[in-house]
């Protein structure tokens, strides 16, 4: 991954990019880097809001070997190569929060947006989108994310360690890709197990109480487990189990 990166100070969309260049047929593993987005967009339509220079905005062009039911799979490789990046080169410990959020402190310091081009029941290609918070100041986010989002130097700030470790995206960037790259190799393998297992190892979600909504329908129960494929395992309170694919839930106390 990363052989051949297109670089933008300024773009609507690194997914949107990646996506159009794939559909050109672009080369596996492009990437698509930005100082700063115009449109940045987030899950279920939302938007992902962008400061210059202060975020890793990036998308990476897939062609996995998975069902569209494994799509999930390429999410939690994702997170778990930003968590475990930011552990080796910051020492800061961060936590996943189904289906693809990365916390720190209780707040959103990553997401990660995945989006798949079908051909025939097919996947033709994945963009892999991860947006990270590194150089952000609270008064960077908009007011009604002041609450839920943070970055990497704000955590360090309120430790005192941001002059003892200069935090560079380039060097973060180089890690992710290089540790997506072992665990999608994985993927393509047919083992999916173990990145579930090391997803598993930074959870947030599971062993917690969530709400969460399957057709339209309302459900809270603990969330117990994820399945291979990346699915999320609910007991509800009413005594069933289900399976939730993606979509919305929210986890009492984060
Ligand atoms: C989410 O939390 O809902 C996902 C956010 C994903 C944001 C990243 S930033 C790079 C890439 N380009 C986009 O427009 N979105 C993703």
Redesign the pocket.
């Known amino acids: 991954l990363g052989k051949n990166v297109i670089y933008f100070p300024q773009i609507?969309?690194?997914?949107?990019y990646?996506k159009k260049i794939a559909q050109e047929g672009c080369e596996e593993g492009t990437v698509v880097i930005?100082d700063l987005?115009t449109?940045?967009?987030?899950?279920?339509g939302?938007k992902?809001s962008?400061k210059n220079k202060k975020?890793?905005?990036?998308?990476v062009v897939l062609k996995p070997e998975i069902s569209i039911e494994e799509l999930q799979i390429i999410t939690l490789a994702a997170s778990v190569a930003v968590v475990e990046t930011v552990k080796e080169l910051i020492g800061i410990g961060l936590g996943v929060k189904w289906p693809?959020?990365i916390i720190l402190d209780g707040r959103?310091v990553?997401?990660?947006?995945t989006e798949a081009s079908m051909e025939m029941d097919k996947i033709n290609f994945v963009v892999l989108?991860?947006?990270l918070n590194v150089w952000h100041e609270k008064e960077d986010f908009p007011d009604e994310l002041e609450e839920k989002a943070t970055s990497l130097s704000i955590y360090m700030k309120q430790k005192s360690q941001l002059n003892d470790i200069i935090i560079r995206r380039s060097r973060l960037i180089i890690r992710i890709l290089y540790k997506l790259e072992e665990l999608y190799d994985k993927i393509n393998k047919g083992d999916l197990g173990s990145i579930t297992t090391l997803w598993k190892k930074y959870s947030v979600t599971l062993g917690r109480e969530v709400l969460i909504s399957v057709k339209g329908e309302q459900h809270s129960g603990i969330a117990i487990d994820i399945t291979n494929e990346g699915k999320l395992v609910v007991e509800c309170t009413d005594g069933s189990r289900k399976e939730v694919l993606s979509g919305e839930i929210y986890v009492k106390g984060l």
């Open positions: 609507d969309s690194t997914n949107n990646a930005a987005q449109s940045g967009r987030g899950r279920l939302r992902w962008s975020g890793i905005l990036m998308s693809n959020d959103k990553c997401g990660i947006l989108g991860i947006g």
